[in-house]
């Protein structure tokens, strides 16, 4: 796969544009999605609703029959290997991205944990999982230096080329390679979606990256209340 | 009188946060609208439609960001794919549509209060069609 190195240095420059202005890069010091206004006053309150009421308990969460997520065999930065199956009974918020992204990467992985802390007690039910796509880069070690930086209860994913891609086959991601920066870190263009996977391994929702974290919290509540 | 449309269309994107989450089955679509770069519409960071925003919205939806249609019905359709494509990412089907007018077929889900849209095929592209770089300047990169 070819590099475009002007390629990369541009996405890089047009996405780290777009989150300073949004003020929801980390390193910005100011985290937008804890800004919560009142709905009617304008698209900041959309982007950061209030968390809404649970629905009423009993009814088991039906789920999005769209064909992403399944199975997949990783090793989590612990050294261990874990497939889907080791996650059930529990919910879990899957987001594909990579360690030494510094663009949409740290907004869905800040926004997705921030989401899991709102929940408070009922999130621990929640394990929240980055599944790299950049295997090569991203070994065991490499995650599990780099993310507890982010939160201490995230789980890194890695694994064999092979093995990762079939986990982005399943989760219909997918990535490529578009450039690199100036350092010759690698830009890979990749999706951002976020899944919310129920108990039995089944998509509940997609949750984009846009979504502020208390609203994120507001959606994954209606459905811990459902389970 | 734009802008007030802009902000109504993202408040009725979520308005169905409080909602039960359900409509499982799809219903069969055609949406008209703009193709867009859902990050900087929704969070109204800069003006993000028509020829203003064209360029930072492919860079966008190469890096990532969720594609959307904002309809004219004031919706915001959130892409999951378009056509054989299994992805939305760097999809080319997706970058050579970013900001054109079209009308697209296929299915809609609405869950949580987001509708998102598996696109079958665009039935019909107009091009970029709202030319606004004269009153709103290049963003974010200026001229």
Partial sequence: M??????GIAIAGALAAVLAVAGAGPALGHDKSKHVDPPAEG???VASPEVAEPAAEGAAPEPFPVDIGGEFALIDH???????????GRFLLVFFGYARCDSICPVGLKRMTEAVDLLGEPGERVQPVLITVDPEHDTPEVLAEHLPRLHPRLVGLTGTTEAVSAAMRSYKV???LVGQSWKGTPRISHGSYIYLMGPDGALLSILPPVLSSEAMAGIITRYLSQS | MRHVTRLLAAGLMFV???LPAAAAAPQRVQVTGEVIDTWCYITDIMFAEGTTHHQCALWCAVGGIPVGVLGDDGEVYMVLKVGDDTTNVANPAILEIQTHRVSVDGELYERDGIKYLLIDQVVNDEGIVTVNHDDFGIQPFGE
Avoid: E, F, M, Q
């Fill in chain 1, 78 to 88: 612990t050294g261990t290997p874990v497939t889907d199956a080791d996650y059930h």
């Fill in chain 1, 174 to 176: 997918n990535a490529k």
């Fill in chain 2, 16 to 18: 169905g946060l409080s």
């Fill in chain 1, 43 to 45: 698209a900041d309150a």
């Fill in chain 1, 2 to 7: 070819a590099a475009k190195p002007r390629i």
